[in-house]
């Protein structure tokens, strides 16, 4: 739709960000009591909480590998995350999302240490803008993390789009609506691996070239803010990252990585 005009002649998008801006991201490490590792990430108007469980012994025995642990991945969205009451439950949309995080998370991981069991990923999007895959596998790092789980290094996800036939980071809601293609991207920084890659609409392959070289460059500036948000939770005191002396939980949270 090259009618409706989501970027100026300045190169100024509709919510006055540049073309390669990202939205603002603040990721919070460690914030559920009951989770063996946890992460809350809001990402423009995105608002996503990740509970890990695991690993632990995988129950179904037809799905155990005798040589590593399986991630299995739940990304749901609530009923009011979205302006129209979303139907209750996971449809094909959450299911192949869940899969194609499962999949990219898998890759992070060094699951040979624990054979014949499961990493359980809860991903709940309470609030969806556009971009909640990338946002979710994101959070889903830290709260991997976050669980003490070994990992080859964290996965980091962002897309890359076309509005008004012009190449720019992250979309948002009304660009994804009407924009021309999207390019979400997980990528691992310290192995260089890109462990997701879908799109949807079409790229010039010169198009594409800039619009994944885009987005893998915000990844690596995510993987900062993901690394932020440990240290925060990791370098307090037990007082101030949510338990007190006698290991009893405080409603304070720890704040982690933020870009504005
Ligand atoms: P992503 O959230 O990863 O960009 P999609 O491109 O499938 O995934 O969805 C884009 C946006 O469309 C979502 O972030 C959400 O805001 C909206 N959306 C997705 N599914 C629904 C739904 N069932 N009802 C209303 N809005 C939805």
């Known amino acids: 739709m090259d009618d409706i005009q989501l970027i100026d002649k300045k190169g100024k998008r509709k919510d006055s960000r540049?073309?390669?801006?990202l939205r603002p991201i603040k990721i919070e490490a460690g914030v559920l009591d009951n989770a063996d590792g946890s992460a809350y990430i809001e990402w423009g108007k995105n608002k996503i909480i990740v509970g890990v469980y695991g690993p632990r012994e995988m129950h179904q025995k037809h799905l155990q590998r005798p040589d590593k642990a399986i991630v299995q991945v739940s990304?749901?969205?609530a009923s009011f995350s979205v302006d129209e009451r979303k139907k209750p439950g996971q449809g094909r949309r959450e299911h192949e999302i869940s899969k194609i995080i499962?999949?990219?998370l898998e890759r992070s991981i060094i699951s040979d240490q624990y054979p014949?069991?499961?990493i359980d990923v809860y991903i709940e999007v309470l609030e969806a803008s556009a971009g909640t895959r990338c946002a979710g596998v994101t959070a889903a790092s830290v709260a991997i993390a976050d669980a003490g789980i070994p990992m080859i290094g964290m996965v980091a996800s962002c897309a890359a789009g076309k509005i008004n036939g012009q190449v720019v980071l992250d979309l948002d809601?009304?660009?994804d609506n009407i924009g021309d293609a999207d390019l979400p991207v997980g990528y691992i920084p310290k192995t260089e691996e890109v462990v997701l890659l879908q799109m949807d609409g079409h790229f010039t392959p010169e198009e594409f070239d800039k619009a994944f070289v885009l987005a893998r460059g915000a990844c690596i500036q995510i993987q900062?803010?993901?690394k932020e948000a440990l240290v925060k939770k990791y370098s307090q005191e037990?007082?101030?990252?949510g338990t007190d002396d006698?290991?009893?939980?405080k409603d304070d949270m720890a704040e982690g990585g933020v870009l504005q």
Not at 18 to 21: A, T
Not at 238 to 241: A, F, V, W
């Open 102 to 104: 499962a999949e990219a």
């Open 18 to 21: 540049g073309p390669e801006d």
């Open 116 to 118: 014949r069991t499961s």
């Open 75 to 77: 990304y749901s969205m």
């Open 246 to 249: 006698n290991g009893e939980n």
């Open 238 to 241: 037990p007082e101030e990252n």
């Open 224 to 226: 900062e803010l993901q």
């Open 173 to 175: 809601k009304l660009e």
